[in-house]
């Protein structure tokens, strides 16, 4: 089955530590994308990237960084530079032309210990 | 900037009532979704309204789009407690080539017995 695979379910980040965050998709989509939710509040864009070795930043990307080498993969990753990193992180992805809608995976739980 | 704005951000009703949860953008678009998020879970897509005057139903939940207003509603009928989650609007917005979703706040929705 076609679908988005996110990993880890659960991950604890240490302070000053760096951590990536892996999005694979298999649909074949071109665009991909990062957001950010906070307990209680809306989607946030970190990152998106429409074709293969090109991203743009969002409404909130300091702090993070994304790479698309390949156009099944989409990793975030979290730098010591984020000041409060924790929170639920979804990755999505989308074909750009014909658009069919968005896929979602099941999200990344980033706590800081 | 595109704004999406939802209302009310909260919302306890009973069951057997209706109810209709609001969603203004700032922007043109013709593409607008409903997404469903039950806590801790990723997003589940609800509905994909792709122009002017479209309506969609499934089950007791019922959306409609507006573009000259720039509103879409989500109409929900004789609710029950299973529907208690909390819904997103979100509006496709295309800028230079680059398509990204933009979210409204949310509404967390009660239902109670």
């Known amino acids: 089955d076609g679908g988005i695979t996110q990993s880890p379910k659960y991950l604890f980040r240490k302070e000053g530590q760096n951590v990536t965050l892996s999005c694979e998709q298999n649909?074949?989509?071109?665009?991909m994308y990062w957001y950010r939710q906070d307990p209680g509040q809306g989607l946030r864009l970190i990152y998106y990237s429409q074709i293969v070795n090109d991203f743009q930043k969002g409404d909130i990307a300091e702090g993070y960084s994304v790479s698309r080498e390949k156009k099944e993969s989409f990793p975030l990753t979290v730098t010591s530079a984020q000041k409060n990193p924790t929170a639920f992180y979804l990755c999505?992805?989308?074909?750009?032309?014909?658009?069919?809608?968005?896929?979602f995976g099941s999200g990344t739980r980033l706590t800081v210990v | 900037e595109l704004k999406v704005e939802q209302n009310p951000l909260f919302l306890s009703m009973q069951e057997g009532k209706n109810y209709t949860i609001y969603c203004n953008y700032s922007?043109?678009?013709?593409?607008l979704y409903w997404y469903r998020q039950d806590p801790g879970k990723s997003l589940e897509s609800l509905f994909v309204l792709l122009s002017n005057g479209a309506v969609k139903q499934e089950g007791r939940l019922m959306a409609s789009l507006d573009t000259k207003a720039r509103l879409s509603t989500l109409h929900i009928t004789a609710a029950v407690h299973d529907l208690s989650a909390t819904y997103f609007c979100a509006v496709d917005l295309s800028i230079q080539g680059a398509q990204k979703l933009v979210f409204g706040q949310g509404t967390r929705l009660t239902i109670n017995p």
């Open positions: 922007t043109t678009s013709d593409r």
């Open positions: 649909l074949n989509h071109d665009a």
């Open positions: 999505a992805s989308t074909s750009v032309a014909p658009n069919y809608g968005y896929t």
